[in-house]
């Protein structure tokens, strides 16, 4: 086994040389960090390629690609392709915006729910199908299932998961399709590398090597004889449990670091969502699992009826910020009567991001991504020096946003 990870690690090492001496490293939405940008980058670049009148220039070739492959029935030549489509004030049962929404003069529809990192909304699915019941795909990074919530409102009112929608990922379906599409432009430079760039993109997000040479190299060693094939299965076997003890191993961490900065200033970690062993666990074993986003709260601030807490959570990437309740009710952040908190938690730092949950969130400063794992940041943890360090230097940086917004929210 140890000669297999040897043997690996050398045509990973060599393959990695030849990547930096040929530029394949660079990739333009990374450089522009836009790599997770659900409406800007992914559902844009996806709309452009199914656009028959796109700037691609080649009419509906990549359309036709996509419904031959799911055998849909519909104009592709005289299709209209919307991004961010309104279809209506939100109730429960109707309204919202679609994230794609491709449609013909025949009534026959295709509309894409496009789901990077963004949770499930009440009855998106059930609102969506309501306004056209042709062809609903819900697209996410690894093909998950949508919370149970955003297809059914009540018993008169729901979608069969089985018929109604289906489930489609950026690790497979969607690749696949981006690589057809390439073939198709094989003779048209800008627009080949413009979709290898993104192709690049959705195989970093997914945790996949884009070398295929390096990758057929790896397992033409895996299988050149009955021992490595069967110490590759066994590797494969632990390789989940393994992410689950350095998920876990950061965690328990950081919480001990946590706890004891925030005692020095009178504050206490609360369980409202505290980690567990079996939330990490189910992180990875569960694709069906939807309250990904566990972690540390900690309140800081009360008056009247308003509460302020600090939260540290995993969804993909480890990120934290502050969050509003009033009454005890939560996901007002982003309404205007509470712009003046807003505003103080964004001159702390100007990276924080508003959200209707959040006043103010941010990543980590070291990314740390759990879902695709499958960067140095990540695998560094594995050495317990670096994970000590790693965990330092976020206690310091949360413990420093938590007294300077409670520095500012006492002159309130």
Known sequence: MKNLLKKVAEISKKYQHLAEASGSNFNVFKVINVTTDEVRLHSRFIAELLNPEGSHGQQDVFLKLFTEIYKIEIDTKGATVEVEKHVGTVTDTTGGFIDIFISDNRGRAITIENKIYASDQKSQLLRYYKHNENNLFYLTLFGNEPAKYSYEFDDKNK?????????????????????????????????????????????????????????????????????????ASLIAENLTAAKIKIQWLFWKSLKEKLEKKLKENEL??????????????????????????????????????????????????????????????????????????????????????????????????????????????????????????????????????????KAKLENI
């Open 159 to 231: 979608l069969d998961p089985e018929k109604d929608f289906k489930l489609i990922s950026y690790k497979y379906d969607i690749k696949d399709w981006l690589v057809a599409c390439r073939k198709e432009a094989v003779e048209l430079p800008l627009l080949r590398e413009g979709i290898s760039h993104y192709l690049n993109l959705i195989e970093t997000l997914t945790g996949q090597s884009s070398n295929d040479i390096m990758n057929k190299e790896i397992t033409d060693s895996i299988v050149e004889n009955k021992e490595s094939l069967k110490n």
């Open 268 to 405: 206490d970690l609360i369980n409202e969502k505290n980690v567990s062993w079996q939330n990490v666990r189910s992180y990875y074993q569960d694709s069906r699992n939807k309250d990904r986003n566990y972690g540390f709260m900690v309140k800081i601030f009360h008056k009247g009826d308003i509460s302020i807490h600090f939260g540290i959570e995993v969804d993909h990437k480890i990120f934290f910020g502050f969050t509003i309740e009033d009454d005890k009710k939560g996901g007002i952040s982003n309404q205007e009567k509470y712009s003046d908190y807003k505003n103080l938690v964004q001159e702390i730092n100007p990276n924080y991001k508003n959200h209707e949950y959040w006043l103010g969130w941010r990543y980590t400063e070291e990314i740390l991504d759990f879902r695709a794992f499958n960067t140095d940041a990540v695998f560094n943890l594995a050495d317990r020096k670096i994970l000590d360090a790693t965990t330092t230097t976020i206690t310091t940086d949360v413990i420093n946003d938590i007294n300077q917004l």
